[in-house]
């Protein structure tokens, strides 16, 4: 089980009251809660009392919990500990016999209903959701920024959500922030990007401005300011804090929208600064006095210049940090009587908004293209990314895991390289994103394209988080559809010469042919490379006998499936296409009754 899978959703417990509920939930691979009647079983824990004194002692430091257990008891137990769902944690059940799998409460912002989406996947069962965006398909407004880091802000979030369930019109005034979001909407979305006459208003900006409503509004804010910071040594966080208050104050923004500090080098230890981006869970980002004293400030001073190397540390700082060439509040010096030091604040607001998240990148394979021959921990890993990107026809395959909300990008088949960088830029960022291929990721595929433009920018091999969910290749399921011609050593060669120069490829079809490896031929003719399967079944009859058995499967699991059992000499006459795998045999190989059958040992064989 991928661990990976169940990040967002850590501290997680999952509990069991009986031996067959173990059962149940041990596939999951999840911290096992039992009764201490249980503790004699393997992998779990036991917990102490009562199990709702248990309950109500992890309750506050949890993310999830996952019972396998009735839903009536489940809901005695938790009743008490409920206080609202901007802060309830994730409760999913997974009912005894297994087959159903129910977001309880905590379905949107707790993220339950994910949560029970990717375990009912890992247990072959079914997600039950029964919130009012679900049903429309539509992102929860209570959930559209937790993928960007957006905070979210004051407002009548029940009354937002009554009016888009009831399909009214919703109006959106975005003033900062990513529009991806916009981009993927179904198609009778209730949202209206203009000033219109609506039912509910969804605020997307940095401004603390209070807009008079009379009807529903709620509000998110990006983290796009960058609060550029100077200061003398020793300054009290108060000053700071006090300073922060009136800048934001005067100039109408919101503090929510803070992205982090940014400061010179020398001042990534002032105890003040720390503290402050500690308790507000801001990053502190210093930078070198040479490149700060690179940047063009408003207010440059020579007294700073002086002392620290650089004409400015607040203003540049603040600009390096959002990468914008402009401030949008010039520096100011703030003091507060009886406390210690002074500080200087600029502001500047980046086009992309700091999500404060750590990216990931899954590379999935998504099997030959129908759904039953995906893994269920790579369909998870489709559900739960924010981003899935990969060639349309692979897209449309998997759409049916897609989950409202989801950015889903697909790029023509020639644009690989950019689908790469793309899936890393959004993933750098701090997005989940899923890259697909058909087959396995790592085959042919997309994963070493990913790979290879992370080693090239440099990647510690740690951030963005990567993990390859693998998939079942061409060559096994066209082997499936027509027996069992791998069962003995064999290679796989592809034809394109897109990336690998010919001679290579030849050379490579030489040693297989004379080594009597059965051979997977991938990528075998495309409309404008025609000669290459010729060339391919030459070299082979070198070495092979004009009968030997070859398959030539088209669209292995998928619609428009072909299937076509030939020999060596005669399997230029089958239509092959860019959609075929073809497999030739071994010298051992034969057909029988329609089956292409390879010997599994060596004996017999020559
Ligand atoms: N990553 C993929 C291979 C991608 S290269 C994998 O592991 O299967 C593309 C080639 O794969 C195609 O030209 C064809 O040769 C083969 N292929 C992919 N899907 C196929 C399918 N459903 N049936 C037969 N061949 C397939």
């Not at 379905?107 to 919130?131: F, K, N, S, V, Y």
């Not at 679900?134 to 802000?153: E, H, M, N, Q, T």
């Not at 000033?195 to 998110?220: E, F, H, M, T, Y």
């Not at 998928?558 to 795998?581: G, H, N, V, Y």
């Amino acid at each position: 089980m991928s661990e990976a899978l169940f990040a967002d959703f850590q501290p997680l417990i999952a509990i069991a009251t009986t031996p067959k509920a173990v059962q149940q939930l041990q596939p999951l691979g999840q911290k096992l809660i039992v009764p201490p009647t249980l503790i004699h079983l393997d992998d779990v824990t036991p917990y102490q009392g009562s199990l709702k004194e248990y309950l109500a002692s992890v309750w506050h430091s949890h993310h999830s919990f996952v019972f396998s257990l009735a839903t009536g008891a489940v809901i005695r137990l938790i009743a008490d500990l409920l206080q609202d769902k901007a802060t309830d944690p994730a409760v999913v059940v997974v009912d005894e016999t297994g087959k159903w799998v129910i977001s309880l409460c905590g379905g949107h912002q707790g993220g339950a209903d994910r949560l029970a989406q990717i375990i009912a996947r890992q247990l072959g069962a079914i997600p039950i959701l029964t919130g009012a965006a679900i049903a429309s398909d539509l992102p929860g407004v209570d959930v559209l920024g937790v993928p960007f880091g957006w905070r979210k802000g004051e407002g009548d979030w029940t009354g937002v959500s009554a009016a888009i369930a009831r399909k009214e019109p919703v109006e959106v005034m975005q003033s900062a922030g990513s529009k991806l979001w916009q981009d993927h909407l179904p198609p009778q979305h209730p949202f209206q990007f203009q000033k219109s006459a609506s039912q509910g208003r969804v605020v997307i900006s940095a401004n603390q401005d209070n807009i008079q409503a009379s009807i529903p509004q709620v509000k998110w804010y990006p983290r796009v300011l960058w609060v550029g910071m100077g200061c003398e040594r020793d300054t009290s966080q108060k000053v700071m804090e006090y300073a922060l208050k009136q800048v934001f104050k005067n100039h109408n923004l919101a503090e929510s929208a803070i992205a982090g500090i940014a400061t010179i080098d020398i001042k990534g230890d002032e105890v003040g600064m720390v503290q402050l981006c500690q308790d507000k869970g801001y990053p502190l980002r210093t930078f070198t006095a040479e490149r700060l004293a690179k940047v063009k400030v408003p207010t440059p001073s020579e007294i700073v210049q002086g002392e620290v190397g650089t004409a400015s540390v607040a203003e540049a700082a603040a600009i390096l940090a959002a990468d914008r060439d402009q401030l949008v509040v010039n520096k100011g010096i703030f003091r507060l009587e009886g406390e210690k030091g002074a500080v200087t604040i600029a502001i500047a607001q980046s086009e992309r908004e700091y999500t404060g998240r750590t990216g990931q990148l899954y590379l999935v394979g998504t099997g030959p293209g129908d759904l039953t021959q995906m893994t269920p921990a790579a369909q998870s890993a489709v559900t739960q990314a924010d981003v899935v990107i990969g060639y349309s026809l692979y897209i449309d395959l998997i759409k049916p895991l897609q989950r409202p909300g989801q950015i889903i990008e697909s790029l023509p088949i020639t644009q690989e390289r950019q689908r790469a960088q793309r899936a890393i830029d959004l993933a750098q960022w701090g997005l989940t994103v899923a890259v697909v291929s058909s087959g396995d990721s790592g085959i042919y595929g997309m994963a070493g394209l990913v790979l290879e433009e992370l080693a090239d920018q440099g990647w510690d091999g740690i951030t963005p988080d990567v993990e390859i969910f693998p998939g079942v290749s061409a060559l096994q399921s066209a082997s499936a559809r027509v027996g069992t011609p791998l069962m003995h050593d064999f290679c796989a060669i592809s034809l394109s010469d897109l990336l690998t120069p010919w001679e290579v490829i030849e050379k490579r079809l030489q040693m297989a042919a004379q080594g009597d490896f059965i051979t997977a031929l991938y990528n075998p003719r495309s409309r404008t490379r025609t000669q290459q399967i010729f060339t391919a079944q030459e070299i082979f009859l070198q070495h092979r006998k004009g009968e030997t058995p070859v398959a030539i499967v088209k669209s292995a699991y998928r619609q428009d499936e072909q299937i076509t059992l030939t020999t060596l000499e005669k399997m230029t006459k089958s239509e092959i296409d860019m959609l075929t795998t073809v497999i030739i045999g071994n010298s051992s190989t034969q057909n029988y009754a329609n089956w292409m059958i390879t010997p599994r040992g060596y004996l017999g064989f020559n």
